[in-house]
């Protein structure tokens, strides 16, 4: 059975999530490894110096993120080292331009799979969304404007055909509502214009893969570099 050694006591402020952020660092660092069977609750709670109802419930809420497996009558076992909410927790929490530049590394796949697959009926749905975008300027409620330019974005990622792509934008689409709202209340970094978005579907309309991925990072790289430059 897995050993826990010399873990700090768990702040009182917040026992329960201070008992899962020690619980799972210790899956994320590998010193429990997936299909390792944890410590008993009673165990944990001694290492810990917490009650007993604390473990249970930080154990139901890793469970219920699949990281942490109950097999009644057996004990809990590791089933992921990954927790995919505290991951876009993190990503939430990342700086503006770490933001940027990830958005930037998916935005130009997802375009590049877009133009290689393609369809008549994916078309006609990006024309659509991009008018209804249209400029920053035709909008005077900005959070409209973020929603119609994140629905042209994510209807990309729809066009690639890739499903994973899909699911991975929809899912990082909260994030990424968040940090445009940043960066356009940044008085040095402007929203990218209509043509620059055109610049991407006029890409992806004739299948250039390479030319649909440029034209997808250079709607943010410029944003990056200015950034970097503002903040120096």
């Avoid at 826990?4 to 660092?29: D, F, H, K, M, Q």
């Avoid at 944890?38 to 249970?56: C, F, S, W, Y």
């Avoid at 005077?140 to 792509?165: P, Y």
């Avoid at 992806?204 to 503002?230: C, F, H, N």
Wanted: glycine content about 6%; aromatic content about 4%; proline content about 3%.
């Amino acid at each position: 059975m897995p050993i826990l050694a010399a873990l700090p006591r768990a702040p009182r402020s917040s026992l329960v999530e201070s008992t899962i952020e020690l619980i799972r660092g210790r899956v994320e660092s590998g010193a429990w490894k997936v299909g390792a069977r944890i410590p008993k609750e009673q165990e944990l709670a001694d290492m810990l110096h917490v009650g007993r109802n604390t473990v249970r419930e930080a154990i139901r809420v890793l469970s219920h993120a699949n990281v942490l497996e109950v097999r009644q009558g057996d004990g809990t076992y590791v089933r992921s080292n990954v927790d995919p909410a505290e991951v876009m927790r993190r990503v939430g929490r990342s700086s503006l331009r770490d933001h940027l530049e990830l958005r930037a590394m998916l935005e130009a796949e997802a375009a590049r799979l877009a133009a290689a697959n393609r369809s008549k009926e994916g078309m006609v749905q990006l024309r659509k969304l991009l008018r209804q975008r249209g400029e920053r300027s035709d909008h005077a409620d900005m959070a409209a404007f973020v929603e119609r330019d994140l629905a042209f974005h994510s209807g990309i990622a729809h066009v690639s055909g890739n499903l994973a792509v899909a699911e991975l934008y929809r899912y990082f689409s909260g994030s990424v509502r968040l940090h445009m709202a940043a960066a356009m209340a940044e008085g040095d970094l402007p929203e990218p214009e209509l043509a620059a978005h055109q610049a991407i579907l006029d890409a992806i309309d004739r299948g250039d893969e390479d030319g649909a991925a440029i034209a997808a990072r250079a709607v943010i790289v410029p944003l990056i570099t200015l950034l970097s430059d503002v903040r120096r």
